[in-house]
């Protein structure tokens, strides 16, 4: 087994994280969180499964303050698992929740910059720097509220929803996701606030591993040594969501990389445990597996003898084990030889692993989201609808997305969206436009679908 890299420790409630401390697994409930009942009653399905912190979206106060009901909730039922405010656009809203929860989640992108708008904005060098004194007027008394309630921090940088600002002056690259991170980690530095977890996410996989790796070097340039939470953003349902987080994921988790983890998929969140378990239990295995793997390029051809007990862990094991290969382009085909199963199966999963790692496409692409409290559609029917359309459409992206967050930014690479827009209302875009909006819930997949038929007669 690889040696993890060096953090630093962050504890969170009643679990450390980082150091040699076990790589921690957990997950984010879908329910509306100013519902106690039924938030209580998902997160103890979460926590059954053996996540070990439960994230739920506060999007204003209101519901940042019903986290106290929630947490009173579950601890007098015996349950003091940590948990995890998300929060977007409203800054006070982390003030409100980091008094509640063991730890609160800020994302850079919005926390003080306006939403993405796509907009190219010019700024001089002083007019940049005045840009950060506001980002450090806002944020420095957060921070002092999380010391004073001893409230841990993740800066989670989402590609997805990264600002024009940032977008401005850095592109669309991984050195702009990475500084979006690194001045608001400076600024945590700086009021020697310590008790914080980094992420940087995209649904890319190949964009996720990339800018990781490239934090994980500037952070160590500056002498940061953060803990690091992974995972591959709107990775989607079934084979797919499974196999793109593990070639994600599991690319760094094998290089060392990672010290709590979440697998995104479109499915109940319960059900995203024990996909990221396996991948922690693989990572001595499939450490070795990539070694070998390596070792038998030959052709532009990685060679993978496997065997594993079942499929789901077959999935999970080979595209873990050559992720990191693939992403790197060290081969761009792959053969995988397994006596348990068949050549078809077989030649299926590799092209699958293929598409995960954005090299050979040979089935429609969907980047759909997981859903949260945000998302106000059935997403799981409405993403098994548009499957069932659009699933003989060779090559073409299709973003489904419970709300704007990261929808239009995660979305830009795809040629069609369908963005929940409000109770009941949904918006098209086609790239980065939006063509439709606030359709009616029960018209919306059918509109989108006959947007894709008349764009390919």
């Known amino acids: 087994m690889t040696t993890r890299r060096t953090s630093s420790v962050t504890h969170v409630g009643n679990i450390a994280i980082g150091g040699d401390n076990p790589i921690r697994i957990q997950s984010m409930a879908t329910t509306d969180t100013n519902d106690t009942e039924g938030s209580v009653a ?26 106290k009901n929630i947490s009173a909730r579950l601890k007098s039922d015996g349950y003091n698992t940590p948990l995890v405010a998300d929060v977007h656009f409203t800054a006070h809203t982390a003030d409100v929740a980091a008094q509640y929860c063991e730890k609160v989640r800020i994302n850079p ?66 050195e702009g996701i990475v500084e979006s991170c ?85 499915e109940e969140p319960e059900c995203e445990i024990p996909v990221a378990r396996k991948l922690v239990d693989l990572i001595p295995e499939c450490t070795l597996l990539c070694q070998e793997a390596e070792a038998s390029i030959k052709d532009d051809t990685i060679t993978l003898n496997i065997d594993a007990p079942d499929w789901e862990t077959l999935q999970l094991k080979a595209a873990m084990a050559v992720g990191a290969l693939l992403i790197d382009r060290k081969a761009t085909k792959l053969e995988l030889r397994c006596s348990r199963f068949t050549l078809e199966q077989l030649m299926s999963l590799a092209d699958a692993i293929l598409q995960a790692a954005r090299i050979k496409f040979t089935k429609t692409e969907y980047i759909s989201c997981p859903g949260c409290g945000r998302t106000l559609y059935n997403l799981q029917e409405t993403i098994a609808r548009i499957k069932a359309a659009t699933k003989d459409l060779v090559g073409l992206k299709i973003g489904i997305m419970g709300c704007i ?33 606030n359709i009616p819930e029960e018209e919306a997949v059918d509109r989108l679908l006959e947007l894709i038929r008349k764009d390919r007669q």
Not at 51 to 67: D, I, K, W
Not at 130 to 149: G, R, S
């Open 42 to 67: 998902q997160a103890k399905r979460i926590i059954d499964a053996g996540g070990e912190l439960v994230r739920f979206t506060t999007q204003g106060t209101r519901e940042a303050e019903n986290m």
């Open 109 to 174: 992108g919005n926390y003080v910059d306006p939403g993405r708008t796509f907009k190219h904005l010019e700024y001089t060098d002083e007019e940049y720097q005045e840009e950060l004194k506001k980002i450090e007027t806002k944020l420095v008394p957060f921070i002092n509220i999380c010391k004073e309630h001893h409230t841990a921090v993740r800066i989670g940088v989402n590609h997805g929803s990264l600002s024009d600002r940032i977008m401005s002056r850095y592109g669309d690259t991984p």
């Open 182 to 266: 690194m001045e608001f980690l400076r600024i945590f530095r700086r009021e020697q606030f310590n008790d914080v977890i980094i992420s940087i996410k995209a649904s890319n996989t190949v964009v996720m591993v990339t800018t990781v790796r490239l934090l994980v070097k500037t952070m160590d340039q500056e002498d940061m040594h953060y803990p690091l939470h992974l995972g591959v953003t709107e990775a989607g349902e079934g084979e797919d969501g499974r196999i793109k987080s593990a070639v994600g994921i599991g690319a760094l988790l094998t290089e060392g990389i990672g010290d709590t983890i979440r697998v995104s998929l479109s």
């Open 405 to 437: 967050v990261n929808g239009p930014g995660e979305m830009a690479d795809a040629d069609y969206g369908y963005v929940g827009a409000g109770r009941g209302k949904i918006s098209l875009y086609k790239a980065k436009e939006c063509v439709m909006k």
